[in-house]
């Protein structure tokens, strides 16, 4: 432990066991920033932190419960809410000695915070980083807090104030100022992946054969829950059209929650010999609490190619982990999904409506092996400008701003 250690807050409107990209990051910062001087608590929804301690998880970092129903009287009640939410975290601030608040999602908990700060005697200082619908907006598949203008009115009001805002893409940059977020309250740090856990050796014909892939079958792999925003109909559908060019050896692989209700869709299109649906992966427990699980990144480092076809993303964790695993990325030109690998420069871009364009892009992929080395080549590269240890720096840089 550090002479000089301070206390950080690491405060989530989600966590472990749950399995997103937003429990996974905090949870990679949290293992970090404790070796670079400062001690991490997590204060977590009051459900998840009653299983983690019900389960006997040993984690090097202590987790807080929020009182329970928070989010939902925030929702419902904003003015009593975010009263209570200020009676709850000026009694942590003063018992657990917090010198730095480190916020993951903009609504509710980030404005819950603002409204502390705002109203509180203390020095609170503090960071949001915003991690999707509590900021995006997509009117066209429901998705976003702020299509809700009582929401929306919350949001842009107590974003607005806020004294650093975390910026994970250029879309989300772009939000920020939709808002009016003055430039030099807003940091861009993106997401991180844990680029070391991709390093391990893995059998791939023995993955293979456990999910049911020959070979010298194609391997397409997404992953990622089964929502609107994902767009899995795309990817099912650009099996069609790869029928069509002539490839009959090639298995499209979906891995995330309720993945399995895509089967119907599967069925109609004739694709059941080529479709593999996969809900989720086994999960980090109190004896593992490494993040990806190994079990994903085998089957990562055991595909041909990542074809992620989503909509819109706050910054699409399931992309870089691709990238870190070796694989050429094929993505939809969207926001996050753009903003990774960079309008084209680190991966393929496609329509996301297309999926005859998908296909088309996959054939010229596994038809061309200097193009398949090159982009190997990008993945691996670009996956090191994501490394969870640098990104953790760049935080505690933030955190240490803050004068004594």
Not at 36 to 56: D, M, N, Q, S, T
Not at 117 to 127: G, T
Not at 363 to 380: E, G
Request: proline fraction near 5%.
């Amino acid at each position: 432990m550090c002479k000089n250690e301070k206390t950080v807050g690491l405060l989530i409107s989600s966590f472990l066991p749950n399995l997103g990209g937003i429990e996974v990051g905090l949870h990679n910062i949290a293992l970090r920033v404790g070796n670079l001087g400062w001690k991490p608590i997590v204060f977590a929804p009051y459900e998840h932190a009653r299983i983690l301690k019900k389960e006997g998880w040993d984690l090097p970092y202590k987790v807080i419960a929020i009182p329970p129903k928070s989010w939902g009287t925030i929702t419902r009640m904003p003015s009593i809410g975010f009263k209570i939410m200020d009676l709850y975290l000026g009694y942590m601030q003063k018992k657990y000695n917090i010198d730095f608040w480190h916020v993951t999602m903009g609504y509710p908990m980030g404005c819950a915070m603002v409204h502390y700060a705002k109203n509180s005697k203390k020095n609170v200082q503090y960071l949001i980083r915003c991690a999707g619908e509590d900021i995006q907006k997509k009117p066209e598949i429901g998705y976003g807090f702020r299509l809700d203008p009582e929401f929306d009115r919350i949001i842009s009001y107590y974003l607005g104030q806020a004294q650093r805002l975390v910026a994970i893409t250029p879309s989300v940059y772009k939000e920020y100022k939709n808002i009016s977020v003055p430039d030099d309250k807003i940091y861009n740090i993106p997401n991180g992946v844990a680029v070391n856990r991709f390093e391990q050796d893995v059998n791939r014909n023995k993955v293979r054969k456990k999910y049911g892939v020959d070979k010298n079958d194609i391997l397409i792999l997404s992953v990622g829950r089964n929502h609107p925003k994902k767009n899995y109909e795309t990817l099912i559908r650009s099996g069609v059209h790869l029928k069509e060019y002539n490839l009959h050896n090639f298995k499209i692989v979906c891995i995330g929650n309720n993945c399995s209700k895509l089967a119907d869709q599967v069925s109609k299109l004739e694709l059941s010999n080529h479709v593999i649906l996969i809900d989720g992966m086994s999960k980090p427990n109190k004896s593992n609490i490494l993040l990806p699980v190994d079990e994903l990144i085998e089957i990562y480092k055991s595909a041909d190619i990542f074809a992620f076809p989503s909509i819109i993303e706050t910054f699409g964790i399931a992309i870089v982990e691709a990238m870190a695993a070796g694989l050429p990325v094929i993505v939809g030109d969207s926001e996050g999904c753009r903003d990774i690998v960079e309008h084209g420069k680190w991966g393929m871009m496609f329509n996301p409506n297309c999926p005859k364009e998908l296909a088309k892009k996959i054939i010229n992929v596994i038809s061309d092996t200097k193009l398949q080395d090159s982009m190997i080549k990008k993945s691996y590269k670009r996956a090191q400008d994501f490394s969870w240890d640098n990104i953790a720096q760049k935080y505690v840089d933030i955190y240490e701003e803050v004068k004594p």
